[in-house]
């Protein structure tokens, strides 16, 4: 898979929105407590990663391809480099902070890559991490996707799709997944990116949650 994600990012780079924050990461900040400490999973290039610098938050922007987050690291500008540190990260393992770390963890389009066991660790690996009161942001791809139910089918809503693996939410099963550990402030399937738009692919899953103060 590591050829994979290094050739995604290769084409992503020529990409003319590859340098703006993503439509999720502006919606999402208004939910976020000023000057956060957030965890970013599968940052990529980094492109929210330095809006939410450029907003007075602290970044670790982790991501599985090393390649990725050297991209990212040269593309911060000094102010943006006092607030962004990087760190390769695979999210089908624990993830390698103490608990109640963070004030936010942030995921787009990266929560999507994996059977259904891998992804409820993931959701409780990061409410792990989550200080009490903390912030859940995530974006996934949807059962609305044109892909949906293409492929391989490897169990419900999960996919082998050319050399990749997706799974596809909806907002039933996104709340399935958190419920429990996070209350819901925002779950719909209106999410929109620069990068799909002219694939056809709209209403992706927005979820924004916050972990109870107190359990």
């Not at 990663?49 to 990725?68: G, H, K, P």
């Not at 987050?69 to 390698?96: C, G």
């Amino acid at each position: 898979m590591p050829e994979v994600w290094a050739d995604l990012h290769s084409h992503y780079s020529h990409q003319d929105w590859i340098d703006k924050p993503s439509l999720f990461a502006e919606t999402a900040i208004h939910y976020f407590p000023q000057r956060a400490t957030i965890l970013e999973l599968g940052a990529g290039q980094g492109q929210d990663s330095r809006y939410f610098a450029d907003n007075e938050l602290s970044v670790t922007a982790t991501d599985i391809e090393q390649s990725a987050l050297d991209t990212l690291e040269s593309k911060l500008t000094p102010n943006q480099r006092n607030k962004v540190t990087t760190a390769t990260v695979d999210l089908r393992e624990a993830l390698p902070y103490s608990d109640s770390s963070f004030d936010v963890v942030y995921a787009h389009l990266s929560l999507h890559y994996f059977d259904l066991a891998h992804t409820k660790r993931a959701f409780s690996e990061i409410a792990r991490v989550l200080k009490p009161g903390g912030i859940l942001a995530f974006f996934v791809n949807s059962v609305n996707d044109p892909e949906y139910n293409t492929g391989t089918r490897l169990e419900a809503d999960y996919f082998q799709i050319g050399d990749t693996r997706k799974r596809y939410f909806s907002v039933e099963s996104a709340s399935e997944l958190t419920q429990g550990s996070f209350e819901t402030k925002l779950l719909d399937d209106l999410g929109e990116t620069y990068k799909d738009a002219d694939k056809g692919v709209h209403r992706l899953i927005r979820y924004i949650g916050q972990k109870p103060k107190q359990l």
